[in-house]
């Protein structure tokens, strides 16, 4: 982070002048859209053109196409994007300048300070699911939040909205620390696991980074954690507040009793320490989303909502973009898309997956990143048994280069059946071959790989 005397809530101000850096990001649009609600002059800045970088020009939001030390203007301070580094040359000519530079987490973290609830939900996986029941049952309460989430949410039409409420609810992401600049009222801590390997050294400094997480949380707020999960009950291990916990352990605060399912879905009484608060049937499948579901209504519970508005909510939800999202059918196979990258979410995917009575799990994968491909090498290999056809798209490089020398190639061979295929295109021609009806067709990772799925469709 740039090392700045003045912290940036002193420039959230009506007046100033805000140059946002990759400003068609996920959760930099939504940044753009709530500062320009606070009164601020926003401009900005990305590599490509994109719905949402129209949708901001639409706004009256000057956004360039590009990245140049002259698009900073006049601007007063700079926010920038995780992806934007010191060597950008708006960066770098910001700080020749004398221009402040904050990242994204700072300014939200700043913003959150305005609103009496903060709802921040963290965690190695879920939490994108989990942030959108949050905002579904916070919907259905008519308390009119402000949401960031990391997807798309059908609900939204968008992964944000800009609310007038008193609840601000976030997608709480630990990579590179970026929570710790937060200052969430309620924190939900789902789950705690190995990930982003390149920024963390090992688990324990993972558990951490989730305990100082946890520790931001004033004596009059509340920490939510997955009982059923060892990692993030080590995480809270020694804070100096109490906890309140959920899962399926009846030990837990919060837990679900007559657990049955009607038409594969999950239906469940959610308790809360022995006394009924809501009835939920759920729209999405598999043991993870009921987990989720808890906490989300344990949130809802601990912030006063009623118990109907959690039922309301859940009843409505069907997920979010790229969470097991229905995308077609071809030649009578089943087309759905999924984020999945963590070898804990494959498990989760597939093992759902292959419950659902299909006649075969046709698994199309993308590796998301050289380095959790090769840290946790051995953990995708056991998963990507888990379909009757593994097909492995090259890795998604995102932010890294490949000086490990690692491809999708070398899991292939070690797992029997696979199909190694070295571009987008050619998954699709191996979709194309393989699809009989009755099957599951499943498009897996973090990158680009739902192009291959979107590009099958086209060819019926």
């Given at each position: 982070?740039?090392?700045?005397?003045?912290?940036?809530?002193?420039?959230?101000?009506?007046?100033?002048?805000?140059?946002?850096?990759?400003?068609?990001?996920?959760?930099?649009?939504?940044l753009a859209e709530v500062l320009r609600g606070m009164g601020l002059t926003i401009q900005g800045s990305d590599m490509n053109d994109s719905d949402t970088v129209e949708h901001l020009k639409s706004l009256g939001i000057s956004v360039a196409i590009g990245h140049n030390a002259e698009n900073l203007g006049d601007c007063d301070f700079v926010i920038r994007s995780a992806a934007i580094h010191d060597s950008n040359p708006e960066i770098a000519g910001a700080v020749a300048r004398?221009?402040?530079?904050?990242?994204?987490?700072?300014?939200?973290?700043?913003?959150?300070?305005?609103?009496?609830?903060?709802?921040?939900?963290?965690?190695?996986?879920?939490?994108?699911?989990?942030?959108?029941?949050?905002?579904?049952?916070?919907?259905?309460?008519?308390a009119d939040p402000t949401v960031m989430i990391g997807g798309t949410l059908p609900l939204l039409h968008a992964g944000y909205r800009v609310g007038r409420g008193d609840t601000i609810i976030l997608e709480s992401c630990e990579y590179c620390n970026s929570f710790l600049?937060?200052?969430?009222?309620?924190?939900?801590i789902l789950n705690v696991e190995p990930d982003h390997l390149d920024f963390f050294k090992d688990l324990d400094d993972i558990e951490h980074s989730f305990h100082e997480f946890?520790?931001?949380?004033?004596?009059?707020?509340?920490?939510?954690?997955?009982?059923?999960?060892?990692?993030a009950m080590d995480s809270v291990e020694g804070l100096p507040h109490p906890v309140f916990t959920f899962g399926l352990?009846?030990?837990?605060?919060?837990?679900?009793?007559?657990l049955h399912e009607e038409d594969g879905r999950p239906v469940f009484d959610v308790m809360i320490r022995g006394e009924r608060y809501a009835h939920v049937m759920l729209h999405v499948y598999g043991h993870?989303?009921?987990?989720?579901?808890?906490?989300?209504?344990?949130?809802?519970?601990?912030?006063?909502l009623p118990g109907k508005a959690v039922e309301d909510g859940l009843a409505a939800f069907a997920g979010a973009g790229r969470r097991f999202e229905r995308k077609g059918t071809f030649r009578g196979a089943e087309v759905y898309d999924d984020y999945a990258h963590h070898p804990d979410?494959?498990?989760?995917?597939?093992t759902m997956a292959k419950e659902l009575g299909y006649k075969r799990i046709i698994t199309a994968f993308q590796p998301h990143t050289y380095t959790r491909t090769a840290k946790l090498f051995d953990r995708f290999v056991e998963e990507l048994k888990l379909p009757d056809v593994a097909i492995l798209a090259e890795i998604y490089a995102a932010r890294e280069q490949n000086t490990l020398g690692i491809s999708s190639a070398d899991l292939c061979r070690n797992i029997p059946g696979?199909?190694?295929?070295?571009?987008?295109?050619k998954v699709t021609d191996q979709l194309e071959k393989l699809a009989q009806p009755g099957d599951l067709i499943l498009t897996v990772g973090a990158g680009d790989i739902y192009r291959a799925g979107e590009k099958l469709l086209e060819r019926t």
């Open positions: 982070m740039m090392n700045n005397p003045i912290p940036v809530r002193e420039y959230l101000v009506p007046g100033k002048r805000a140059h946002l850096a990759g400003i068609g990001g996920v959760s930099m649009c939504p004398g221009i402040p530079v904050y990242e994204r987490a700072q300014a939200w973290g700043a913003i959150m300070q305005r609103y009496p609830n903060a709802l921040c939900v963290s965690g190695t996986h879920g939490k994108t699911t989990t942030t959108s029941m949050c905002t579904h049952i916070f919907m259905a309460a008519e600049s937060f200052f969430p009222t309620v924190a939900v946890a520790e931001l949380v004033p004596a009059a707020g509340h920490v939510i954690v997955n009982a059923d999960n060892q990692g352990d009846n030990r837990a605060d919060c837990t679900a009793a007559n993870h989303n009921i987990l989720n579901a808890l906490a989300a209504a344990s949130a809802a519970y601990l912030l006063d979410e494959l498990h989760a995917l597939l696979a199909v190694y295929c070295s571009t987008l295109d």
